[in-house]
Nanobody, 115 residues
């Protein structure tokens, strides 16, 4: 079992920055890839970014060049640095981790970007 806690969300004006954190605890020895999804009102959940245990990253086209995902294995924490935020980035952001054959989810953190 892996427990995830997200933090760092909030309200920011367009063009601003936020850094989301996702701290993992529990059966962390089995953790592999981590990532972030987001879900805006009335829309499906979409993958924003992910990072493998080896540090390979992948991003949604809509955030490439603006968002950067990183991982601190010593702290069992993943980060999502979000720059040049746009109103369309407004959503609840959910962290996930793949551990063995199970995907665990955090409860989400709200990001609101005002125009």
């Amino acid at each position: 079992q892996v427990h995830l806690v997200e933090s760092g969300g909030g309200l920011v004006r367009a063009g601003g920055s936020l850094r989301l954190s996702c701290a993992a605890s529990g059966s962390i020895f089995s953790m592999n890839a981590m990532g972030w999804y987001r879900q805006a009102p009335g829309k499906q959940r979409e993958l924003v970014a992910m990072i493998t245990g080896g540090g390979y990253t992948n991003y949604a086209d809509s955030v490439k060049g603006r968002f950067t995902m990183s991982r601190d294995s010593a702290k069992n924490t993943a980060y999502l640095q979000m720059n040049s935020l746009k109103p369309e980035d407004t959503a609840v952001y959910y962290c996930y981790v793949d551990a063995s054959t199970v995907r665990y989810w955090g409860r989400g953190t709200q990001v609101t970007v005002s125009s």
